[in-house]
């Protein structure tokens, strides 16, 4: 494996963070010259502080994927530094909690912008160079949400089935061709995640998942050429149990996550 990983770049969205933080970090573990994107430069220089004082390469650049033109924005400045990105970790993600009648336009568009439209533009604008220097891959961070409609959290339940579908197609399409393509369905992970997006979940501690089990199943499997892995065993059977079930009915099991633990107001 390490074939894989010697002499590349990989870029994390992100990566201030959780998920992200722990991806950058067992990456340049591997060797890996780790790219660290997130918005907020403070919460990445600690990151890459960590990754440098291990002995790894980092580089930030603060960037808001949510705002129009950052993907070309961000493919611009890995230019202009002279890097060439062999992995492209898409873990970046939003998801407000709300009945979606509940929640205006403007609360749900970033859910699409940063978890549809970011992951496609990225990966259609470093993928092509992968596939000509037939090594590399992407690594599409989901979600056990992916696989049902959750009422609380509609547009960030449909946008990583959007991700989950659209990873399985690209995985094919790569096929031959010395490039990876694995989507990764974690259950709930022990991140800030919950609070950035105002989500109550009161969960037992042994359905939450480190971030590092997380990153660890992730890499395994992408050095492997999997398609997708689903990280939680729990989980894992509940993701594989939705298939079975009639899509309504397993819409109506999964009505409760989410949602909040006290009455709340609906917005005006």
Known sequence: MDDLWRGTT???TGASRGIGASFATALAARGVRVVLV????AALEEVAGAVRSAGGTADVIALDLAQPGAPAA?????????????????????GPQGLFHQL???????????NVRAVTELAARFLPGMVARR??????????????????????????????TWSEA????LRGRGVRCLAVSPGPVATPFFEHNQLDVPLPGWLMQSPDT????????????????????????????????????????GGWYGAPTSPSTPPS
């Not at 049902?148 to 959007?162: D, E, M, N, R, T």
């Not at 690209?170 to 399409?173: A, D, K």
């Not at 395994?220 to 990280?231: G, I, K, N, Q």
């Open 10 to 12: 990989a870029l994390v």
């Open 74 to 94: 961000l493919e611009a400045e890995v230019a202009r530094r002279g890097l060439t990105v062999d992995h492209l970790v898409n873990n970046a993600g939003v």
């Open 104 to 114: 205006p336009a403007a609360a749900h568009l970033p859910t699409i912008d940063v």
């Open 38 to 41: 997130a918005r907020t430069a």
């Open 214 to 253: 997380v990153v660890r199943a992730a890499l395994r499997a992408y050095e492997r050429d999997a398609c997708h892995v689903l990280p939680h065993p729990a989980f894992r059977l509940l993701a594989w149990g939705t298939r079975l079930a009639p899509r309504w009915l397993a819409a109506r099991l």
């Open 170 to 173: 690209v995985w094919v399409s």
């Open 135 to 164: 090594r590399g891959g992407i690594i599409n961070v989901a979600s056990t949400a992916a696989w049902q409609g959750l009422q609380w959290i509609p547009v960030y339940s449909g946008s990583k089935a959007f991700v989950i």
